[in-house]
């Protein structure tokens, strides 16, 4: 079989996995298991914690151990296993701990992914600059599908999105190993955990432009999950005015807008860094979270619908043009000795800190502003955009960096 294919239909389980449940069960828990905010926020929290150090733990591995194929399944394997539990448990306590567990075994998996998907293409002689992202593109398109076909068979407010996702999980680990053997590295090819994880990176923290970077990454890095934490529950408050919307009757088709549009985004990121450079692109993302919440905050499923639409396109910008353009900024600015570990100490501050964070304290407003079980989404949004304002208004004052012309993104995919 093609191994395009196969690497594609890799790809697309990888996030269909993710998909399932990542947009969903915070509605789940909210409006069917009535969960606080601080739990719900708590318990996708734990996503940042599995993120510090799980891809740490099983790239070491990987690279010293284990071929990275077979850790990969063992550890969808154990995500299936996992997430059929959860679906049968109702307390927070015990979901909390579960879906820790969950979170430490799927986490490791996105780069994992990437490392088979890497030696699958390089042992076919492939350029997997050229070959692999529009591989990679099959993932969102796995994550839009299973948001649609929870949606679809009506499992927004149903444990049975966890069984939707255990299957897929079950069937990729299977299917994992398959993949071509990616046996561990050379003793002195492997990396240590420390440079894993980036810690070998701080030393970029002497630099204050770097410092302020990576403190900025952490502060938009809690505002990526927010939506994916209430945007579920949040339309289904309105299912007492607008019973019959699109919005209350297909959550999950009107929140997967901001995953297509991420994808188209994507395309526009060379013209943009060519026209205005990194720093205002960076800013144009923190605007663009500015008008996510905003948005939410004034918008129905009714006659509000468009500003729900147009919150969703503009996901898009606010999500990818901080991610490309930072992981271009940390490409240039680190030394190529440390560039690998720098990339690792981005991702640790957006997906690592900055999800944990973001969680808990995004749990803390939705609370805030509940009373009697009724929220009222128009504080709670608001204060969301009022901090993406805050960090708008303070970025392009602190943040010092020339305009660079852009060139090449071709560095991103190593």
């Known amino acids: 079989m093609n191994v395009k294919f196969r690497l594609t ?8 996995v993710w998909g399932s449940w990542l947009i969903s069960l915070g509605g789940y828990m909210i409006v069917t298991l009535k969960f606080s905010g601080v739990e719900v926020g708590s ?7 599995a993120s510090l150090f799980m891809p740490a733990v099983m790239g070491i591995i990987s690279d010293r151990f284990i071929n990275a194929e077979k850790v990969l399944g063992f550890c969808h394997l154990a995500g299936a296993a996992l997430l059929l539990i959860a679906s049968r448990v109702t307390d927070y306590p015990s ?11 799927y986490m490791p998996t996105i780069a994992l992914a ?11 002689n492939l350029d997997i600059v050229k070959s692999f992202p529009p591989i990679r593109v099959w993932g969102t398109v796995g994550f839009i599908a299973a948001m649609w076909m929870v949606d679809f068979l ?26 071509p053997k990616r046996p561990p590295l050379k003793e002195g090819d492997a990396k240590s955990f420390a440079s894993s994880i980036g810690l070998d990176a701080f030393v970029l923290f002497r630099s204050r432009k770097m410092a302020i970077f990576f403190i900025f990454s952490m502060f938009l890095g809690a505002a990526l999950q927010i939506t994916n934490l209430f945007g579920g529950s949040f339309l289904d408050d309105f299912k007492t005015t607008y019973p019959d919307s699109f919005g209350v009757q297909h959550p999950n088709l009107l929140l997967s807008i901001s995953q297509i549009s991420e994808t188209l985004f994507i395309l526009t990121i060379p013209f943009f860094l060519q026209k205005f450079g990194i720093k205002n692109v960076m800013l144009f993302s923190i605007v663009a979270w500015v008008l996510r919440f905003g948005l939410f905050g004034i918008g129905n499923p009714g006659s509000g619908l468009y500003l729900l639409v147009l919150s969703m396109i503009i996901y898009g910008m606010a999500f990818d043009f901080f991610n490309i353009s930072g992981s271009l900024f940390v490409e240039r600015e680190a030394d190529p000795k440390i560039r690998a ?37 128009h504080n709670i949004w608001f204060t969301f955009a009022g901090y993406a304002l805050v960090l708008a208004i303070v970025f392009p004052f602190i943040f010092k960096y020339k ?8 560095n991103l995919t190593h």
């Open 95 to 105: 979901l909390y701990i579960i879906m820790l567990f969950n979170s430490m075994a």
């Open 43 to 49: 318990i996708f929290a734990t996503m940042g914690i």
């Open 154 to 179: 009506g499992f927004t407010k149903s444990p049975m999105q966890l069984y939707v996702s255990a299957g897929a999980a079950f069937l990729l680990g299977l299917y994992s190993f398959t993949m």
């Open 403 to 410: 305009h660079e012309k852009y060139e090449s993104l071709e």
């Open 114 to 124: 990437n490392t088979v998907s890497y030696n699958a293409l390089e042992k076919n």
């Open 341 to 377: 570990s720098a990339q690792g100490l981005f991702m640790l501050m957006t997906n690592g800190l900055g999800a944990f964070f973001g969680g808990i304290l995004s749990g803390w407003v939705v609370d805030f502003f509940t009373e009697n079980g009724v929220r009222n989404w």
């Open 9 to 16: 239909l890799l790809n697309f389980l990888q996030f269909f």
